[in-house]
């Protein structure tokens, strides 16, 4: 269990069953970024689950405004626990996008923000690929005086970025959750996914 922000834990499965932890962090919301784990205390927090599994196919950018949007609207209420099964790629991930959203900080910085007080951080290859898109729907965003989450979803919706990561990931063989083929075009596998974004800088 590491503090990434004030009041913004991140973890494991093993760290969501502990009701000491729970009660002691006054844990009041849980985010579980996988799908098929049991949420432990419904009558005692509120819980919010994304359906993703811990692959470099699995879309993950599209689940990444609704995430934010929990964390950040009920952070300053209580604290919250951002967890998957192994606090390694998923919850890393979102918790990541989160770090980039509200310190408007690039991938890189909020992956060494991230790591620095969470050693276990790794996200998988696609999940990387992804945030690095991000960043540039956060580019888009800019930094408007109230926070609206609708835009966010908007901008993921108008440049049609649900269907541009798949087939760019679909493009890709992995190896593994951490590694491409090395029999790939090496300028394509370093080279980020490419989106092609239509919309510019809001004002």
Request: aromatic letters at 10%; charged letters at 20%; glycine letters at 2%.
């Amino acid at each position: 269990m590491s503090l990434i922000l004030q009041n913004l834990y991140l973890g494991s499965v093993s760290i969501a069953k502990d009701i000491k932890f729970i009660k002691e962090k006054n844990i009041k919301y849980i985010l579980i970024c996988a799908k098929g784990l049991q949420q432990y205390y419904p009558n005692k927090v509120q819980y919010k689950q994304l359906n993703i599994s811990d692959n470099p196919c699995t879309v993950i950018i599209t689940h990444i405004p609704e995430s934010i949007e929990f964390i950040h609207q009920n952070i300053k209420n209580a604290a919250i626990l951002v967890h998957c099964l192994g606090g390694k790629s998923r919850s890393v991930s979102i918790t990541i996008a989160y770090v980039m959203f509200s310190l408007r900080v690039t991938y890189e910085q909020a992956f060494q923000h991230v790591k620095q007080r969470h050693f276990e951080a790794q996200p998988n290859v696609g999940f990387i690929k992804q945030l690095k898109a991000f960043q540039k729907v956060l580019e888009i965003y800019g930094k408007p005086k109230q926070n609206d989450f609708k835009v966010l979803n908007q901008i993921l919706f108008d440049n049609n970025i649900e269907t541009q990561v798949k087939d760019k990931l679909s493009q890709i063989q992995f190896k593994n959750n951490y590694e491409i083929e090395e029999n790939q075009n090496n300028e394509d596998i370093q080279e980020d996914l490419d989106i092609q974004f239509f919309q510019q800088k809001q004002d």
